[in-house]
């Protein structure tokens, strides 16, 4: 299935920015399940890039001058294979580090309890039925976190995004031990468009990444893009950076994703 992404993010400030750093992932990952025929990033200015020790395309923007806003866009055509199954691993990260907790992903004496028939024994179905518990749990519910809620918190709260579920969902996987990453990319749905790039968990298997999107209960990427994998949203983001100055900023993020032929 060929989809054209196109994925605009515009950052405004209050006041001048004297200067900024940003570090950019909007270019989508080389992989069996997709095939990226074309894609263009475009900045205010020239980017330096490189791979990030994830092995994601991370663009690093620097701007000295004054500037009151940041505009972003990636666009092009990725064709992904709707019969995948499963992501092989690649070797090239120890798959052990995903088993580590992150500030956003430790689990909580709650998360530990309502997991725990899940995951004593853990299998493939196992995990599903947690995936299914725990949107039962925590209803897709947007603007009641925001990306530094940790899991601990969404879970107490009972809501959350996508992000807060796969947070939720790798946190109490890790704390079996379990090997579990979070993916960034973007999700194609006929009937819908996101309005912001998509998150979902991975789980390894006898040498296998398998998907666990929560918030959307699709346990295979049939319909989904890979831009950037982690330990957690931070290793991930589609953009994060640090700025001199410029105030307040409101956001404004668009994705639009379309089936061609």
Request: net charge negative.
């Amino acid at each position: 299935m060929k989809l054209h992404i196109n994925h605009q993010t515009n950052y405004y400030y209050k006041e001048p920015a004297q200067r900024s750093v940003q570090y950019i992932r909007m270019a989508p990952m080389h992989l069996e399940h997709q095939t990226v025929h074309e894609w263009t990033v475009m900045l205010p200015k020239l980017a330096t890039s490189q791979k990030d020790g994830f092995g994601n395309t991370w663009f690093t923007l620097s701007r000295n001058e004054k500037h009151d806003n940041l505009q972003m866009q990636a666009a092009g055509v990725v064709e992904i294979n709707t019969d995948t199954q499963k992501i092989k691993d690649s070797g090239e990260i120890p798959y052990l580090l995903f088993t580590v907790q992150t500030p956003l992903t430790l689990c909580s004496p709650s998360m530990r309890e309502f997991a725990a028939p899940y995951l004593d024994t853990p299998t493939h179905d196992s995990l599903k039925a947690f995936a299914q518990a725990l949107i039962s749990q925590m209803p897709y519910t947007p603007s009641v976190t925001h990306v530094g809620t940790t899991a601990t918190e969404s879970f107490s709260m009972g809501a959350g995004v996508c992000q807060d579920h796969t947070h939720v969902f790798l946190g109490c996987l890790r704390d079996k031990q379990i090997p579990a990453r979070y993916v960034s990319g973007y999700l194609y749905d006929e009937d819908q468009n996101h309005m912001a790039s998509h998150a979902w968990a991975e789980a390894y298997i006898d040498g296998y990444w398998y998907t666990f999107d929560i918030s959307n209960q699709l346990f295979q990427p049939s319909n989904h893009v890979y831009v950037a994998v982690g330990r957690d949203y931070l290793d991930a983001a589609p953009v994060r950076g640090v700025r001199i100055g410029g105030g307040y900023e409101n956001l404004y993020s668009q994705v639009i994703v379309n089936r061609i032929e």
